[in-house]
Every structure is written in C-alpha cells, then in structure tokens.
C-alpha cells in the first residue's frame, strides 16, 4: 500500500472507531436475546478496525528504514574516536609527570626540612 492510502485508511479507522463505540452502548442496553447478534457485530467491527489500523502500521513501518552510516560518518566518527583516545593518552600522561612533580616537590621540602647531620 502506498502513502495516499494513509488519509483515507485513518478516516475509515476513525469510523470503526465511532461504530464500535456505539454498538458497544448498543450492546450494553441490548435484551438478553438480542446481545449475541450485537455481539457479532461489535466482533465484526473489532476485526475490520484492527485489519484496518494493521494496514496503517504497514505503511507506517515501510516510512521507516534503518540505513547504515555514509563513508564521510564512519571516517568522521574515526577521527573522532582516535582524538579521544590521544587526548586520554595525554592526560593519563599528564596525571603522571604531576604526580612525579608532586613527589619531587616533597622530597625536596623534606630534604631542605630536616637538619643537617654533623
């Protein structure tokens, strides 16, 4: 089914829908010997509705596709994963020559802390 179909398919669905409302009420206020005709009908109704609103998915899901990524998106989402491993490269090297600054930094006030041995 194509794409027009999808105006005339929710106006027939929104029929059904009216319909099954008013035979519900219908059926509710049928005589005991009427209400299994009402129900038939009310179950007849039911499955045009749902026919109809799977015609509707049908068409719908077919709107839907899945493509995979262009050449230019995975070359794009490359570069960017390669900066990003070089950027935690650098920091992890960075956290480390800080650390070596940090301990160098107390020995030496250590060292210029503790008296001298005569």
Known sequence: MSDSALP?????ETILQRAIADVTI????????DRAKVYMVLAKLRERRNTVNNAILDILQERIQVRP?????????????????LLVFT???YDAVLK???DLSVLITT????????
């Open 100 to 102: 070596l600054l940090s």
């Open 91 to 93: 920091i992890d090297k």
């Open 111 to 118: 060292t210029i802390m503790e008296p001298a041995h005569v």
């Open 8 to 12: 005339w398919l929710q106006s027939v």
């Open 26 to 33: 219908e059926y509710e206020t049928a005589s005991l010997k």
């Open 69 to 85: 990524p262009s050449a230019e998106t995975v070359a794009r989402s490359k570069a960017l994963t390669d900066a990003l491993q």
